[in-house]
Each structure stands twice: as C-alpha cells, then as structure tokens.
C-alpha cells in the first residue's frame, strides 16, 4: 500500500552499496524510510532528497517492523537562500539536529506545521538573531518543558517588579520563594522571554523585538544565555551545531 504525505528531509545515509537510508520529519512523526538505488542511480530522486527540502514522499509500506519504501518524491519546497547563507545554513543546520534529536510525542500536525512556516519565513527573510532563543523556547514548549515566565512556580503569585530566575526550578520565582539557585532578572528581560515563548512564527513581531533590543545590548545577551540555559538543562543532549552557531 501506497501512502503520501508532506515531509521535511533531515538527514540521509548510505544503507550498504546502493541504498539511503532518508530520515523524514512529517505530520505522522519522523519516518526512516529507504530509497532504494538512490545511491547509485541518482535519476529516480534527482536532488530530491537533499537535507531540508520539503518534498511530497510516496512511501510504500513493508512488513512490519522495517522501515517504509521511499517509491517516489515530488518536490514541494527547495531552501535556496538558506543553503547560499552561511549564517541562515547553521542556523537551519541547529534546528535539523534539534529536530533530529527529539522526540515528539502527539501534536504532530502542529508541530509540522510550526516548522514548514518557520523555514519558508527563514528562506524569504534576512537571519534574525533572535530565532535561536524563539526555536528554543517553542521547542521546550512542544516538549513538555516549557519555562514558567508569568507566576511564581512554587507559590503561583504574580510579581509585578521584582522576579528571580530559577533554571532547575523551570521558571521564576517571587521575592518570597527565592532560592540559592536562583537570581535576579529584570522586567524587561522577562517581558522579552515571555514574548518569544506566547508569539507565533510571526517575523515582523520578530524583527521588532530585535530591533528593540539593539538598545540594550545586555538583555538580549541574557535572553541568550538563559534560552541556552534552559534547552540544555532539560534536554541535554549534545548539540554539535551549537559549536558554529556564534552569530551575535
Ligand atoms: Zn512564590
């Protein structure tokens, strides 16, 4: 049986001499699926399968337990700019690895659907800087772990001024509940965190965010370090396109 669907390439390998192995990020989940010859006869899928195009995959089922047979690809959506930017390419490169890494369990429609309009607002916008924090924060988000930038997360109260940040705690904490673990954070850093996590892809919100922050040179390096700090305290894998990704 033949079935179709939208799917993001991640990654490929070679499987023995003549196959690839292609990894696929779809609305049903990821999907390892095999094209078979494709490494021998590159005709059947052209440049198809290039890491990062959004193709239309027709996948065979097999039996149980082995991957589906990549039978055909259309393609629907081929990152030009990205690929010829160095800057857009490691930003992407960190967000495949991330895509990678993960695993999603349910919402996979929305989850596709976040990263189709993602890329293609990448692939027509100039790089802003502020979307490593913003895919970090959605991807906690999406996984379960989303920081807590609004109440207090042990007593829930509201501060209006004075905030204290706790990465192990998963949020803020009030004057109150402070801990050793915890430090101060201003309304302005907060109001930013807060933002990127509640906005959708929208990259005018975006730009205008960036461009507010080029005035306070010091938030925007917080808001880094506390996104970083947050992705890898609760997802800690070890992200290897972080190495390149020093765009500030
Ligand atoms: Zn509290």
Same mark, same amino acid.
């Given at each position: 049986m033949i079935f179709s669907l939208e799917a993001l390439v991640l990654s490929k390998e070679k499987l023995g001499e003549i196959d690839l192995l292609v990894e696929l990020f779809t609305p049903k989940g990821k999907i390892w699926s095999i094209a078979k010859g494709a490494q021998k006869s590159r005709k059947r899928f052209v440049n198809l399968l290039e890491e990062f195009n959004f193709i239309k995959a027709h996948l065979r089922k097999t039996s149980k337990g082995k991957f589906p047979i990549l039978e055909k690809a259309d393609l629907l959506f081929l990152p030009e700019s990205i690929r010829n930017d160095y800057r857009k390419y490691i930003m992407i490169s960190y967000m495949g690895e991330i895509l990678s890494k993960i695993n999603f369990y349910g919402l996979f429609v929305e989850y596709f659907s976040f990263i189709k309009i993602l890329f293609k607002e990448i692939e027509k916008n100039e790089l802003i800087l502020l979307l490593k924090p913003f895919f970090e924060l959605k991807i906690l988000k999406f996984s379960g772990w989303s920081p807590e930038?609004?109440? $207090?997360?042990? $007593?829930g109260y509201k501060p209006k001024k004075v905030f204290y940040l706790s990465i192990p705690e998963g949020g803020i904490l009030c004057f109150k509940c402070k801990d050793e673990n915890s430090e101060s954070i201003n309304l302005e850093t907060i109001e930013v965190l807060r933002n990127l996590i509640e906005i959708p892809v929208h990259f005018e919100k975006l730009k205008k965010l960036e461009k507010d922050l080029e005035k306070s040179i010091e938030v925007k390096e917080k808001i880094f370090k506390i996104s970083e700090k947050f992705f890898k305290y609760f997802l800690?894998?070890?992200?290897?396109?972080l190495k390149f990704l020093n765009l500030r």
């Amino acid at each position: 049986m033949i079935f179709s669907l939208e799917a993001l390439v991640l990654s490929k390998e070679k499987l023995g001499e003549i196959d690839l192995l292609v990894e696929l990020f779809t609305p049903k989940g990821k999907i390892w699926s095999i094209a078979k010859g494709a490494q021998k006869s590159r005709k059947r899928f052209v440049n198809l399968l290039e890491e990062f195009n959004f193709i239309k995959a027709h996948l065979r089922k097999t039996s149980k337990g082995k991957f589906p047979i990549l039978e055909k690809a259309d393609l629907l959506f081929l990152p030009e700019s990205i690929r010829n930017d160095y800057r857009k390419y490691i930003m992407i490169s960190y967000m495949g690895e991330i895509l990678s890494k993960i695993n999603f369990y349910g919402l996979f429609v929305e989850y596709f659907s976040f990263i189709k309009i993602l890329f293609k607002e990448i692939e027509k916008n100039e790089l802003i800087l502020l979307l490593k924090p913003f895919f970090e924060l959605k991807i906690l988000k999406f996984s379960g772990w989303s920081p807590e930038f609004f109440q $207090c997360v042990k $007593c829930g109260y509201k501060p209006k001024k004075v905030f204290y940040l706790s990465i192990p705690e998963g949020g803020i904490l009030c004057f109150k509940c402070k801990d050793e673990n915890s430090e101060s954070i201003n309304l302005e850093t907060i109001e930013v965190l807060r933002n990127l996590i509640e906005i959708p892809v929208h990259f005018e919100k975006l730009k205008k965010l960036e461009k507010d922050l080029e005035k306070s040179i010091e938030v925007k390096e917080k808001i880094f370090k506390i996104s970083e700090k947050f992705f890898k305290y609760f997802l800690p894998f070890e992200w290897n396109s972080l190495k390149f990704l020093n765009l500030r």
